[in-house]
């Protein structure tokens, strides 16, 4: 959430912001302008009046001892409590209809990302990787994964419905060996710590990363009157994990890494990416995330990065790293880097991760704040996430940039340890 006052005091460069993220707030501003005037006003009289009740009942006090008749005491008493009780409705309808209309608006962009409209208009910032050139007809993992009986679909809709698949086998070792390496990279190398939360999440937890009100439709909920849903991905709990509190400013940055499996409707989405793995509703996921101050948190976004683009080092894929223009932003993320694998089936690079910085965002929503090392004011947290990385197209990658010529796929090096020396995956 945008802070309010920050609004207020930076109106034409917050319309400058969002304008340049396609988002037309004119409206949404001037009620926020509104409401925040009419606050303004009330407040002064409803806190006037309330010390003048406070005098009021000295005076009546004052008045019974000396036996004086108190009716009109009492009476300006009740009318004045009728009034402020009117008068702090009205400003709690006031505060609801401006923190609900701040709520709506996404976040500015950082300085440092480029103004565009569509993906066409992201900026590549670096490839690591050449991809291969198949000297015989490759596969789409579609193919090659029911071909080595590794994958199945058909069973996958039988049990569920559309976008849901069933591993076995070999596929469902490849999956765990996956989530193993990532976890075991990210905790001992590169500092985080394991966390295994909870796969629902009550609406306050979902509100605080920004995914309710909003985005309500792409979320799957529990039927009858349980507060909760199944997560989208591990970055609500994990950053939710101290919604409410106060850190100490000298354990920061704080760093979690947890799988768990993502649960998304894709609303919206029906015809893209339909066939195969690429778009689920049911997916697994090792995610990063970070608590940090304002001061680091863009030299962490980098880390984060970086540590996201490992993975795919250490498993020998090629990809690209694209800096998100303004227009192809998530709601919550100030800044967006995407990681982009080679698909040979698709002859493209296409998401593996994204990696944001929200800033204070999220923090502000869930009131995450950290009281400075050197003492002074509590302030709101930077938040930051990224998938590191998705396990399902991680799969894909591997299939199909790996597959040989007799159909088998070659494991790579880095995951040998995790499949009892496996060398090949082939069909058995």
């Known amino acids: 959430m945008l802070d309010p006052a920050y609004i207020r005091d930076h109106m034409e460069e917050v319309r400058a912001g969002l304008r340049n993220r396609g988002v037309d707030a004119d409206k949404a501003l001037e009620e926020i302008a509104m409401l925040e005037t009419a606050r303004r006003r009330m407040i002064p009289e409803l806190e006037g009046l309330k010390r003048q009740q406070n005098a009021s009942a000295d005076e009546f006090a004052k008045a019974k001892r000396m036996a004086k008749d108190t009716t009109q005491i009492q009476e300006a008493n009740r009318q004045r409590a009728v009034q402020i009780k009117q008068m702090g409705t009205q400003l709690d309808s006031i505060e609801y209809q401006r923190m609900s209309a701040v709520t709506n608006l996404p976040n500015l962009p950082h300085a440092s990302v480029p103004v565009g409209k569509t993906s066409a208009d992201n900026v590549e910032v670096r490839r690591h990787g050449t991809p291969r050139t198949f000297d015989f007809a490759a596969l789409a993992h579609w193919d090659l994964g029911p071909a080595l009986g590794i994958i199945d679909f058909e069973r996958g809709t039988r049990l569920a419905g559309a976008r849901f698949t069933v591993l076995s086998g070999a596929g469902a070792r490849l999956s765990r060996a996956l989530i193993n390496f990532m976890l075991d990279l990210h905790t001992t190398e590169h500092g985080y710590r394991e966390i295994e939360p909870p796969f629902l999440a009550n609406s306050d937890t979902l509100k605080g990363t920004a995914q309710l009100p909003k985005f309500e439709q792409d979320l799957f909920k529990i039927a009858g009157d349980w507060d909760l849903y199944l997560i989208p991905t591990a970055e609500v709990p994990l950053t939710n994990l101290h919604r409410g509190e106060i850190l100490d400013g000298r ?129 709101f947290v930077h938040t930051l996430n990224g998938s590191g990385l998705a396990v399902g197209r991680t799969l894909i990658a591997i299939l199909e940039n790996f597959q040989q010529e007799d159909g088998s796929v070659v494991v790579p090096a880095a995951l040998r340890p995790y499949l009892d020396g496996a060398e090949k995956i082939t069909r058995g």
């Open 251 to 379: 354990e920061l940055p704080i760093r979690y890494t947890a799988y768990t499996p993502c649960f998304r409707s894709e609303a919206g989405s029906y015809g893209q990416d339909v066939r195969g793995l690429i778009r689920q509703h049911q997916f697994d996921k090792v995610e990063l995330v970070k608590l940090t101050t304002p001061e680091q948190s863009y030299d962490e976004l980098e880390s984060l990065t970086l540590n996201a683009e490992e993975v795919l080092k250490r498993l020998e894929l090629p990809y690209r790293v694209v800096l998100l223009c303004t227009g192809d932003m998530g709601f919550a993320s100030a800044k967006t880097y995407d990681l982009e694998v080679w698909l040979p089936s698709q002859n493209t690079y296409r998401e593996i991760s994204s990696c944001s910085n929200t800033e204070a965002f999220q923090a502000r929503r869930a009131n995450i704040k950290f009281r400075p090392a050197a003492g002074g004011r509590t302030e």
